[in-house]
């Protein structure tokens, strides 16, 4: 079994570096809605996804999870940390860790990746700004966790302390998370036909950042 670990911070706080662009219920709703294109993906996929977060998500979004609620927010790394470990609770042989604000993946994305799987123990996928944006491990503890601007280069270095050879996937809409009114303004021109740019589109029309038609 495949589990995809999905890690979403408290609704209030996510997403702050857009509040000079979208109100809090606003940013709300977008987290939201970008889980839901994420979700379903892996739902179309046959990937279980496990939710990890402080608030109890069951019921605010529409799709399939399982929902791993924290006792109090610790931040990525150990969100990571606890998903990866009740994921192999629950019979997972492997895991593959997604951001939820990552709306532009795809089917073809996950099944790639997954088809890296075969050969590499890891398969990393690298953002735009150092970091990672998905994570597959096989078995789930082949590597720990790690999280920092250079990611990217850390998960690359302790694959090859564990002596295991490291897969790259590289993808332009893989690698494009919604940080700031930069990505918004980049996920204009790439994202219809998604939840996330139904919730922005009315939005960001004020701003001038909404893709030419």
């Known amino acids: 079994m495949l589990c995809?670990?999905?890690?979403?911070?408290?609704?209030?706080?996510?997403?702050s570096r857009l509040a000079e662009l979208l109100s809090p219920q606003q940013r709300e709703a977008l987290v939201l809605a970008m889980l839901e294109d994420v979700l379903s993906v892996l739902n179309s996929c046959g990937v279980m996804p496990l939710v990890v977060s402080p608030e109890n998500l069951q019921g605010r979004v529409?799709?399939?999870?399982?929902?791993?609620?924290?006792?109090?927010r610790a931040g990525l790394?150990?969100?990571?940390?606890?998903?990866?470990?009740?994921?192999?609770?629950?019979?997972?042989?492997?895991?593959?860790?997604l951001p939820a604000d990552v709306p532009l993946l795809k089917r073809r994305h996950v099944r790639e990746i997954l088809r890296m799987g075969r050969r590499f123990s890891v398969v990393?996928?690298?953002?735009?700004?150092?970091?990672?944006?998905?994570?597959?491990?096989?078995?789930?503890?082949?590597?720990?966790?790690?999280f920092s601007e250079r990611t990217f280069l850390e998960v690359r270095r302790m694959a090859?302390?564990?002596?295991?050879?490291?897969?790259?996937?590289?993808?332009f809409y893989l690698a494009l998370d919604i940080d700031t009114p930069e990505d918004v303004r980049e996920f204009m021109y790439h994202g219809r036909g998604t939840r996330t740019y139904r919730v922005?589109?009315?939005?960001v029309r004020d701003y001038e950042i909404v893709a030419r038609r």
Do not use: C
Request: net charge negative; glycine share 10%.
């Open 124 to 146: 990393v996928a690298p953002s735009l700004k150092g970091g990672i944006s998905a994570l597959y491990r096989s078995p789930p503890d082949v590597v720990p966790e790690v």
């Open 160 to 171: 090859e302390r564990a002596g295991v050879e490291l897969g790259v996937y590289d993808s």
């Open 200 to 203: 922005l589109e009315g939005v």
């Open 62 to 72: 529409d799709g399939e999870f399982e929902m791993l609620v924290e006792r109090r």
């Open 77 to 97: 790394k150990q969100a990571v940390r606890l998903g990866n470990e009740h994921a192999v609770e629950l019979g997972a042989r492997a895991t593959l860790f």
């Open 4 to 15: 995809a670990v999905i890690p979403v911070n408290e609704l209030r706080r996510a997403k």
